[in-house]
């Protein structure tokens, strides 16, 4: 399921936009499950000096229902936290980064991982290396490296990924808002009687060079089906999956300090159906 500032509230609120989520029987591992929960829309690769990051103050998760009444049974949470090497300088960087403890790289994330069922939580993992932004070839000479050592692994066989990533979802976006005008077919209905394409044009995937951040989790499938499920043929082996974004009831600013309290309240939400850019109108 995907979708790019789909509401104008969480647009207004990119670090807590979820555009995307995934799950699959993973090809290389066909007995783990992959789960994929993307954030930040449509980034600029070239957004410098502050670079894209995950929210300090966000609740990012990851809900499974292996029971089918829409009820989350497992919940895998992330929380981050911003750590800087240089206070003195603006710059993300001050020279080549070249692995996850350089200490040319300024600002860098860390975050843990904690799964809920029911009323039990665990922690599995902290402290857990972002990889940096793709900055470029002076910066991130060997960004394939950086993101290879940025793959943690946690109790159980469990594999996990935080970080910035190239948009892997194909849309159109400027045709499909251009009242609908998809670029195939657009020489049939231009309202002003306009043959611009005499046989149509090809769709523009305007998605194609931007990024996301994408928080990624591999399970052993063992691990989130209900008890009881035994393999793909049995009918409980069915599970659900949807991602949300949280913020603390309260934020207040002191001193010029942000200060954030108060329980978690969602903001945002992506699942199957997708039917915020189709049926809520814009004033809800």
Known sequence: MSSHREAPEISKDPVADSTD???????????????????????????????????????????????????????????????????????????????LDSPNWNSRQFYSVTVVQGDDSQVLGTGLACPPCNIGPLSTPNYAQLGAAAVHTLPGGIQVFAGQRAEGFYVDLGAVFDLGD??????????YGMNVFSSG?????????????????????????????????????????????????????????????????QVSRLANPLFNEVLVPIAQ
């Open 21 to 99: 989520v995934y799950a699959f029987v993973s090809p290389d591992q066909p007995n783990t499950v992959t789960l994929i929960a993307n954030y930040i829309p449509l980034q600029g690769p070239a957004g410098g000096p502050n670079f894209y990051e995950f929210g300090d103050d966000v609740l990012y998760e990851i809900h499974i229902d292996n029971s089918g009444d829409g009820q989350a049974d497992i919940t895998y949470q992330f929380r981050f936290q911003t750590q800087l090497r240089n206070t003195s300088t603006f710059l993300y960087n001050t020279g080549p980064i070249l692995s």
């Open 182 to 191: 998809l670029r195939p077919f657009e020489q049939l209905h231009n309202q």
């Open 201 to 265: 044009a090809p769709g523009v995937n305007a998605t194609a060079a931007l990024n996301v951040h994408s928080i990624a989790i591999q399970v052993p499938t063992a691990m989130l089906l209900r008890p009881g499920s035994h393999g793909v043929n049995d009918a409980a082996a069915v599970i659900g999956v949807w991602t949300s974004a949280s913020r603390q009831a309260v934020r207040l600013m002191a001193e010029g300090k942000r200060i954030n309290t108060g329980p978690f309240e």
